[in-house]
RNA sequence: GCCAAGGUGGCAGAGUCCGGCCGAACGCAGCGGCCUGCAGAGCCGCCCAUCGCCGGUUCAAAUCCGGCCCUUGGCUCCA
């Protein structure tokens, strides 16, 4: 079975064919200026499930993930709280943050986290180049693309210079040839106006901190947006990638501009496939660090935990647009939970019994069978997550059915299906069954509610329920639900 | 204004590329039943869909074609 993408440079669903052995996987990454919203997460969850799948399907995965830490914003930000006192320093708090939420939503490490600062020789090479082939002319110490001389400027946004060109106002034009040529290199360091433009907390201008500036032959200054992206993915990774990934609102004009400067350099395809995440919106409006609408990642880690935001992003194909909101967590928490409760409810049933399979249920088997193919078929199909959740879904449900007043399991089909649930659920959707791994003090909680359980079951036997429901109140108030079946009771944390 | 994506049940959200298995998935909410001391979970069943509007193609359209209305995103920092 074969993998096919919607790929937003041709807006067709294509076969996917990667140039090499290896999958050349690159992600547009953060501004480090503030801390990661559930947006940015978005594209991280859904990447990461890409990744998995890719690996899952025998490939091997490049996967490169930078960290813009030169731009305005953060140099707005020295001096704030105690962020730093320089550039890098503010930088290097809010990196460090991004990895914690990254590592705490479960997601596969990158191969590399490049950032511009240590990639300046690189960015200047690459505009010299430009400017050599005559893509790129120097003005007042900065340096510009010019777009006219790109043909296939706007292919993947589907605009043409000429249209830019009529809404372009003259006025402002000042240093460029045209009004959609686009900074490569900007000369000095970032100035007071910018610097106030991007203050959150009103604090004095006159102080306003610089930033930091690089030598390059057009004199000091500091790279443009856009070309540090361009300059990492050829450095780590190749001239033509396979995979670029990005939230939608990079089509145009980050991605365009990628597209156009390393194009010119190289005369070779910059990436085979373009993929764009929908963004994430709270009532109608997307989520975004400058409408203050959002999110946090850690916030959010805290009240939902990774399993529950995994689910909610897998919920939706990772193109489409999607709302956020508390009632739509909560539904995610129930998907997930089932799940779970299904996964908990198949390794209970097979703990400690003998692997020999003394009843066979045909029903479940088939359903294991049914499950992985419908997975496989839709993941292949785009990366269709929601479909792949659903497939998981009946499984639970085919696990639950099967155990529904039976005295005697299927262990080898209830093995099959745990199987099933920890490579595609667990490998793949990232999702983490069977809880942490206990430390002590975990272990020494369950214990003792275990032994609390068994005081509890005394009372019942005896008919005493008062006391019964009395202790399962207590514990609930410690948030330990208690459930009772017909095996027993058990508790969730 | 220009470019792009989208409008499917009470909610949410697949299916639209490759028309028929869609009398529309999975889930949440609601209703009935089973199970249970109760609760929860689970199981079985049910309810709610003129698939934005109008027209066309076809034996057959949520899916293809044309027109219209509306929403969101991009065009400025943005995942």
């Known amino acids: 079975m074969t993998l096919s993408v919607t790929n937003t440079l041709t807006g067709e669903r294509e076969e996917f064919e990667p140039g090499g052995d290896e999958v050349l996987l690159y992600v547009c990454g953060l501004t480090v200026s503030d801390d990661a919203h559930l947006g940015h997460a978005r594209v991280w969850v859904h990447t990461d499930v890409m990744h998995r799948w890719l690996e899952h399907e025998g490939y091997d995965v490049r996967h490169v993930e930078n960290f813009t830490d030169v731009n305005e914003k953060i140099v707005a930000r020295i001096g704030e709280d105690d962020l730093g006192e320089t550039e890098a320093e503010v930088a290097a708090h809010f990196i460090a943050s991004v990895l914690d939420d990254m590592r705490g939503l479960?997601?596969?490490?990158?191969?590399?986290?490049?950032?511009?600062?240590?990639?300046?020789?690189?960015?200047?090479?690459?505009i010299e180049t430009l400017i050599e082939r005559g893509y790129a002319y120097e003005s007042n110490?900065?340096?510009?693309?010019?777009?006219?001389?790109?043909?296939?400027?706007?292919?993947?946004?589907?605009?043409?210079?000429?249209?830019?060109?009529?809404?372009?106002?003259a006025s402002e034009r000042g240093e460029k040839r045209h009004p959609a040529d686009f900074a490569l290199w900007k000369a000095g360091g970032v100035s007071a106006?910018?610097?106030?433009?991007?203050?959150?907390?009103?604090?004095?201008t006159s102080d306003a901190p610089a930033g930091q500036t690089w030598d390059s032959p057009w004199g000091e200054g500091r790279p443009g947006w856009h070309i540090e992206c361009s300059a990492m993915s050829m450095t780590h990774l190749d001239e033509t990638i396979d995979v670029h990934v990005g939230g939608h609102d990079l089509v145009f004009p980050h991605h365009e501009n990628e597209i156009a400067q390393s194009e010119a350099a190289t005369d070779r395809r910059f990436a085979r496939y373009w993929l764009h995440t929908g963004l994430?919106?709270?009532?109608?409006?997307?989520?975004?660090?400058s409408l203050g609408n959002f999110f946090t990642v850690s916030n959010a880690l805290e009240e939902?935990?990774?399993n529950v935001i995994r689910t909610f992003y897998l919920s939706t194909a990772y193109g489409s647009k999607q709302t956020f909101s508390e009632a739509a967590m909560?539904?995610?928490?129930?998907?997930?939970?089932?799940?779970?409760?299904?996964?908990d409810a198949a390794v209970e049933a097979c703990d400690g019994v003998d692997a020999r399979t003394k009843v066979e249920d045909p029903d479940l088997r088939a359903a294991v069978d049914e499950a992985r193919g419908e997975f496989s078929r839709a993941m292949n199909d785009d990366f269709n997550a929601r479909e792949a959740m659903a497939a998981l879904l009946?499984?639970?449900s085919a696990v639950n059915r099967h155990r529904e007043g039976r005295a005697e399991y299927d262990y080898r089909g209830l093995r099959r299906a745990i199987e099933a649930f920890d490579e595609l659920g667990g490998g793949v959707f990232g999702l983490t069954f069977g809880g942490e791994a206990a430390d002590g003090d975990v272990r020494l909680a369950g214990e003792l509610v275990e032994l609390v359980l068994d005081l509890r079951e005394r009372e019942r036997e005896a008919g005493n329920y008062d006391r019964a429901d009395e202790l399962r109140d207590a514990l609930a108030e410690l948030g330990v639900e208690v459930e009772d079946s017909a095996d027993g009771p058990t508790y969730r944390f």
């Open 106 to 126: 479960n997601l596969e490490r990158a191969e590399v986290y490049p950032r511009v600062s240590e990639h300046i020789p690189e960015i200047v090479a690459l």
């Open 141 to 169: 110490g900065s340096v510009y693309f010019d777009v006219t001389k790109f043909p296939d400027y706007g292919k993947l946004s589907n605009q043409s210079v000429e249209e830019m060109e009529s809404q372009g106002d």
């Open 193 to 204: 106006e910018d610097v106030a433009e991007h203050r959150k907390d009103g604090r004095e």
């Open 280 to 289: 994430l919106e709270t009532a109608g409006e997307k989520m975004s660090s």
């Open 304 to 306: 939902f935990g990774p």
């Open 330 to 343: 909560e539904e995610a928490r129930e998907r997930w939970e089932r799940l779970e409760r299904a996964y």
């Open 394 to 396: 009946e499984l639970a």
